[in-house]
Nanobody, 123 residues
Framework: QMPLAESGGGLVQAGGSLRLSCAAA????????MGWFRQAPGQEAEFVAA????????MYSDAVKGRFTISRDNARKTVYLQMTNLKPEDTGVYYC????????????????WGQGTQVTVYS
């Protein structure tokens, strides 16, 4: 098992920044590829970013590339999503997820999910 708990969401004005955290409680955190997804009201969850097990690879959706940065601290069993220059279209519930294998863009390939944290960006 790999319980995940997100934090750091909130209400922010457009152009502002937030840093999301996702703390894992299970063992062997370092073997998991970690991803962030988000879901806006009435829409399906979409891929945001992912990071390989040893910080070796990062991937971003086109919508956030250049504005968001994913990172992880394996000693703290935590993955982060630094979000800058936020836009109203970034509003949604942000979920972190863990996978051992699969395609990072495909949410069905992730084994564990957190409960999500709300991010609201107003203009």
């Amino acid at each position: 098992q790999m319980p995940l708990a997100e934090s750091g969401g909130g209400l922010v004005q457009a152009g502002g920044s937030l840093r999301l955290s996702c703390a894992a409680a299970g063992r062997d955190f370092n073997i998991y590829t970690m991803g962030w997804f988000r879901q806006a009201p009435g829409q399906e969850a979409e891929f945001v970013a992912a990071i390989g097990s040893w910080n070796d690879n990062t991937m971003y959706s086109d919508a956030v590339k250049g504005r968001f940065t994913i990172s992880r601290d394996n000693a703290r069993k935590t993955v982060y999503l630094q979000m800058t220059n936020l836009k109203p279209e970034d509003t949604g519930v942000y979920y972190c997820a863990a996978m051992t294998k699969g395609t990072v863009f495909n949410r069905q390939d992730y084994d564990y999910w957190g409960q999500g944290t709300q991010v609201t960006v107003y203009s």
